[in-house]
């Protein structure tokens, strides 16, 4: 797609300073950008390859006008702004309705117009899939679902049991859709499964990451609410509510039981404990413990930082002795108070 720097700018909502003739054909980062990029730069740590970039034009902050010799495109947040422009620029290829040959689809289902379900796609009774919706090849739905409009299963997505999905959700491959939750009552030892009953249940616009897994409930429902965004290799268990535009980063376990609000975003490699609540607008740092509710929103981080493998080793020799030590200075202190009273 071509656009003129004035065009662009219309469809983005943003001010054009220089140039808004130019044609604008691709986006490209700041130093492999060429005649006909569109790049962007946040902040001042991009300021040295702004000031080199060969870009037509850059999606800049007010503050760094004054050090973009491209035709600048002025907005008061340019990665959104760059983000739309792209989706402008690159849009994705146009839906080819159509049932592949090799796809085994049952009987009772309802399958609504403009829908392509690819190679090797096994469907099972009772499914719906809503209008223009994409199933990649080797997608298999093999229990009760609905599949809301203008959804995108990529491809090799499992769906392994009853779930109720909203439209434009995306679900990337290999992801596992309503598995069994990890449920097991323990008699004298030995592990005895509890059925699990609930559905998953997505909302609008959701996209579940590569390899990502949501365990279907119990009794009641795992939900993910509209808009929430979950990376790759996520494990969610059964129960869990994700709140309304939250987004959780890769390799994040989150146990059963547990409510995340909305508008939270959860770093990379956390550990959520079930049966927990989590406030709207939090915000846990990469490879966090979180072990009891929190009730306000904010940054919540724990564990330590990567250092020199000899002063790790030291420190962790001394942790065992970090009580000991406590003991010992909660005992001066109380003399020491002690002594002062009696001057």
């Known amino acids: 797609m071509t656009y003129s720097v004035r065009e662009l700018a219309r469809e983005i909502g943003v001010d054009v300073l220089g140039n808004g003739d130019a044609e604008i054909t691709h986006v ?29 034009a850059v999606i800049v902050p007010e503050v760094l006008v004054a050090h973009c010799n491209a035709t600048a495109l002025v907005s008061e947040n340019p990665y959104l702004s760059f983000a739309r422009a792209a989706k402008l620029l ?12 090799s796809a085994v689809i049952h009987d009772d289902c309802e399958i609504a117009d403009n829908v392509y379900i690819g190679p090797n796609v096994v469907i099972s009774a009772k499914c719906t899939i809503g209008s223009d919706c994409h199933i990649g090849p080797g997608t298999i739905i093999t229990a009760p679902s609905f599949i809301g409009a203008s959804s995108r299963l990529i491809a090799r ?42 559905r998953v249940v997505l909302g609008d616009d959701v996209e579940v990451g590569a390899n990502t897994t949501i365990d279907r409930g119990a009794l009641k429902d795992t939900i993910i609410e509209q808009g ?20 959780i980063a890769g390799c ?40 009891k509710s ?50």
Not at 90 to 101: F, N, V
């Open 228 to 247: 929430a965004k979950l990376d790759n290799q996520i494990q969610i268990a059964h129960n869990v509510i994700i709140g309304a535009h939250t987004a």
């Open 157 to 198: 997505v499992s769906i392994v049991g009853p779930v109720i999905m909203g439209e434009r959700v995306i679900i990337h491959p290999g992801a596992v859709i309503a598995s069994d939750g990890f449920g097991l009552a323990n008699d004298n030892g030995v592990w005895e499964k509890i059925p699990q009953l609930g």
């Open 90 to 101: 690159h849009p994705e290829d146009e839906q080819i309705a159509g049932i592949h040959s």
């Open 28 to 56: 490209a980062d700041l130093d492999e950008s060429q005649q006909g990029s569109l790049s962007f730069a946040a902040s001042n740590q991009y300021l040295n390859k702004l000031k080199k970039t060969k870009a037509t």
């Open 294 to 343: 929190i009730t306000e929103p904010g940054l919540y981080s724990s564990g330590t930082t990567a250092q020199d493998n000899k002063s790790w080793l030291r420190n962790a020799a001394r942790f065992k002795d970090l009580d000991t030590l406590f003991k010992r200075v909660n005992d001066i202190m109380k003399r020491l108070e002690r002594m002062d009273k009696g001057k």
């Open 252 to 291: 994040t376990g989150i146990a059963g039981s547990t409510v995340i609000g909305k508008h939270c975003a959860i770093g990379a490699a956390a550990g959520i404990q079930g049966h927990i609540k989590i406030a709207d607008g939090v915000q846990v740092s990469g490879m966090a413990a979180i072990r």
